[in-house]
């Protein structure tokens, strides 16, 4: 059993930064892959940072160059670093971890950018 739990969202500025976390319970080491995903009003979840147990990431077009995903084994946190924020990056922001072939979801954290 996974337990995700996120923080760090909020409301900023466009060209702002966030560092949203998630809080892994249990051994992140067991823990196939974990990554971020956001859902925005009126549209479908979507998946746009990933981090698999070798540390090899991939990141959606849309937070290419922009977002960053880190582990901190030690402390059982991943990050998603965001900067240039831009209002189309407003959602409910995800946390999702594979293990043992069961998919496990944090209850998600409010990101909100302002024109």
């Known amino acids: 059993q996974v337990q995700l739990v996120e923080s760090g969202g909020g409301l900023v500025q466009a060209g702002g930064s966030l560092r949203l976390s998630c809080v892994v319970s249990?051994?992140?080491?067991?823990?196939?892959?974990l990554s971020w995903c956001r859902q925005a009003p009126g549209r479908q979840r979507e998946s746009i940072a990933h981090?698999?147990?070798?540390?090899?990431?991939d990141y959606a077009d849309s937070a290419k160059g922009r977002f960053a995903i880190s582990i901190d084994s030690a402390k059982n946190m991943v990050y998603l670093q965001m900067d240039s924020l831009k209002p189309e990056d407003t959602a409910v922001y995800y946390c999702?971890?594979?293990?043992?072939?069961?998919?496990?979801w944090g209850q998600g954290t409010q990101v909100t950018v302002s024109s």
């Open positions: 999702r971890a594979l293990q043992n072939g069961v998919l496990y």
């Open positions: 249990g051994s992140i080491k067991s823990i196939n892959f």
């Open positions: 981090i698999n147990n070798g540390g090899s990431t």
